[in-house]
């Protein structure tokens, strides 16, 4: 139950954007990409999700482990926070939705339309479809955008509970989360040709 | 797969959620028709079957879009790929739901709106019959087109110039199947044929469906 990549490149819209990825998450761990707008964070998880082919290396991980959130909250306006989350909860075989809603503190929101939430408010119910998944890889794509340091403090100790059960955590941010323990990795050493650039250098 | 089912259809009958509009719309268009062509009474129970089933499938064409494009802005859509559901069945369970709101009405409508169009007495069976076996494969059919068409903006008038060629097998057999059974003979042979498309569809579409919502998803 682990989550090996290896040598893997990407592309986004027919052009390479990164290179000679690799690397290797245990449970327990966390993986955070860094780089600058552009240098394909969001393209690198899309990938690691299965929703993009990759253009070489391997990615072996079991789809049945993973759980992906990306820029868009995927809320249904005309539903309760409540229904979202346990449509999501029986999507993925799940029927508890309290660890989930105490750990965003989502309790005294759980009965109103997810319309008429604020930008944080959609955010914390749409993270809250990480524990409420089960699943033991989370794979997340700006998850503070919007959030005020309470909420990000939320997500924080969520994730940090996760990996002390033995899950894992792949996350693209520009913030720091403050996970101390976790493998950060600078995307832009990976871009297409920054690798033979180095080389040469050190001939 | 059910709690998709469930969740869409409770989407549907909130406010925006569209349900009902598709027998508006074939209600006006049928009235529409028979103030066009005005008091000829046999004239109008001639055209009366092809009418209500070309009224059917432009009723099913409104909503066409909403399909997939719904799913698609919210991000949604994204997560039910990743999800443990395989996409050919949330692609079932869209056009279930899709044909639960908008076929199934307009089979309990057609017998009422085809006395607006003067139709047979043996006909309101037939009508309300063929519609019932048919508008699954316009929703199926539908759902196929609107995977094709997925965030394409403002797509919905190629979905429509997509989808509409691929109504006419149904729309044929249908309309003859009604016709038949308003002249009071035996439509045996054509409800076989229709409901041979239907079948068909089910089995086929859902996978085409799914590749191509894939492939758009990228």
Known sequence: ?203 | MGALVSRDLKLAVRAGGGFGLGVAFFLILVSMVSFGVGPQGDLLSRISTGMLWVGAILSCLLSLDRIFALDWEDGSLELLATSPLPLELVVLAKALVHWLTTGLPLVFASPIFGALLNLEGPGYIAIAFSLLVGTPALSMIGAFGAALTVGIKRGGLLLSLLVLPFYVPTLIFGALMARTGANGSDYTSYLLLLSGITCGTIALLPFAAAAVLKINLR
Not at chain 1, 56 to 76: A, F, M, W
Not at chain 1, 103 to 129: D, V
């Open chain 1, 1 to 203: 139950m682990s989550l090996n990549v290896s040598d893997l490149s990407i592309s986004r819209g027919g052009v390479k954007v990164l290179e000679g990825m690799g690397f290797t998450t245990i449970p327990g761990q966390a993986v955070i990409f860094r780089g600058p707008n552009g240098i394909g964070k969001t393209t690198l998880l899309r990938t690691l999700a299965g929703l993009q082919p990759v253009l070489g290396g391997r990615i072996e991980v079991d789809p049945e482990n993973l759980v992906y959130s990306g820029h868009l909250d995927g809320l249904k306006a005309m539903l309760s926070v409540g229904e979202n989350l346990a449509f999501w909860a029986s999507v993925y075989g799940n029927r508890d939705i309290t660890e989930a809603v105490k750990a965003f503190e989502l309790n005294k929101l759980l009965e109103r339309l997810a319309g008429t939430l604020s930008a944080g408010q959609k955010r914390r119910t749409s993270l809250a479809r990480f524990p409420v998944s089960g699943r033991s890889i989370w794979i997340a794509d700006e998850p503070t955008v919007s959030l005020d340091s309470k909420a990000a403090n939320m997500f924080k100790r969520c994730v940090e509970q996760h990996l002390e059960l033995g899950g894992m955590a792949i996350i693209a941010t520009h913030v720091d989360i403050g996970l101390p323990a976790a493998i950060e990795i600078d995307l832009s050493l990976h871009k297409p040709g920054v690798e033979k650039m180095r080389k040469i250098h050190e001939v």
